[in-house]
């Protein structure tokens, strides 16, 4: 095969794009990875999953020293926050972990090309190369995946500048804590990082036009977790729509039309966190025919991630669902899997979402509403924290299990958690559900004593009490 001649060339090295090339390679296929960053490992690894759980794990750390460690009969002296050293930690484990991928790729001789990639016709791709002394190369290839991720969502009259008003790059890297940090927009990635900031002593507050936070979760979670939140010291403006937002002498103004009436609120700093959008431009796609929402501007794909166009395929947050990396990266390797004709499939009834505030909330399959929509008969088992030993060993009590059942068959339907390491536990109801096992299993397989996870078993047993005795 001649050097510029691939079977497969990937577009983006993200949690989809990188896992897709090890796949391929494994499968035997020659592959190229096309990346237009300096790092591997996409927004995920870069500015997103990795950058934020770390600022989260030291602020939490930070949080506890302040807030919890006397109640455990700790006591010091000249606590202190070097943000400078938490913002380093946070770069290395980045860079860490971008650094393996790297090695990841070498390793599977999986060939990288610094550059920004583009389709010119099916299987070919002109790639500008990051050295911009060279000229740009075209790549051959029999198929193609596109792996280029999304980007933030702006907001109208509000205009990012990179300093005062941010998106979520930026808020992993402020150079000093914001006394006033507004956030427009009560999704995961605002809860998050409002979550480091606030933990490191900024008065947040969250703008949001509907009428409850994480609006995705199951409506009692939710508003569990406004609750715990806002006894942290969030301030949440529910149903509230900004209008405008300036920079004003070093402080960024914000009118935003609440449900008293309009108001006039002053930030150090403003996060606009509102959705991400798929990143299509510049891709080629309209040159080559690919079809794209017409909405949402997600490219269409097939139940074996291939667009429009035959040989050309997409998958992860440029395409539709759940703008997650576990869920990019099951479709790396469905879609690379099916090309080499195995019969592989991602099932989304069974993706887990998380939010790593503290109490953490973890989700998986259908909520309560849902299920009323649907008219689906079901049971609801919920168990709290305050009955969990070790909860209360940690003296973290928040929250509870929720396990949503069959009412008939008793199949696992959902499962939701707010409380302390629901990120861990969600995945025992991830498996339950893949596998179809029954509230009934769930309640009677052993858990280790005292964990966490009996409150999921005990949760199991009352959405089992539900379905045998009705109540
Ligand atoms: P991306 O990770 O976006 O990767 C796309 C890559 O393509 C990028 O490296 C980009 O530079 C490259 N690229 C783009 N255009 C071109 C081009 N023309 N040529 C070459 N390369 C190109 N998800 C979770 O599951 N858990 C979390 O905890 C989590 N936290 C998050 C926190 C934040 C602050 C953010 C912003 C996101 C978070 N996400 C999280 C979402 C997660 O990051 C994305 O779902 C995931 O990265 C999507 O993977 P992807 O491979 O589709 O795209």
Known sequence: MAENQFDLCVLGSGPGGYVACVRAAQLGMKTVCVEKDERLGGVCLNVGCIPSKALLDSSEFYDLARQRFAEHGIGFEGLSLDLAAMMARK???VHELTENVRKLLERHHVSVI???????????????????SKDPVELRARSVILATGS????????TYDGQWIVSSTEALAFAEVPQRLGIIGGGYIGLELGSVWNRLGSHVTVMEMLPRIATLLDAQVSRSLERFLRRRGFRFLLESRVLKASVEQGEVVVRVQTKEGEERLVFDRLLVAVGRRPRTRGLGLEAVGIAMHDKTGHVL???????SVPGIYAIGDLIAGPALAHKASAEAIACVEGMAGMDSEVNYDAVPAIIYTWPE?????????ELRAQNVPYCVGTYPFTGAGR??????TEGFVKVLSHAASGRILGVHIIGPRASDMIA????????????AHVGRIMHGHPTFSEALQEAARVATACAIYGK
């Open 91 to 93: 770069d290395k484990v």
């Open 114 to 132: 610094h550059g920004t990639g583009r389709l010119t016709g099916p299987g070919r791709v002109v790639v500008d190369l990051a050295d911009s």
């Open 151 to 158: 980007e933030p969502v702006a907001v109208p009259q509000v």
């Open 301 to 307: 794909v097939n139940a074996r991630y291939q667009t």
């Open 361 to 369: 909330v973890a989700a998986v399959g259908k909520t309560e509403e």
């Open 391 to 396: 909860a209360r060993c940690m003296g973290e």
């Open 428 to 439: 025992e109801a991830v498996l339950a559900m893949e596998c179809g096992v029954t509230a």
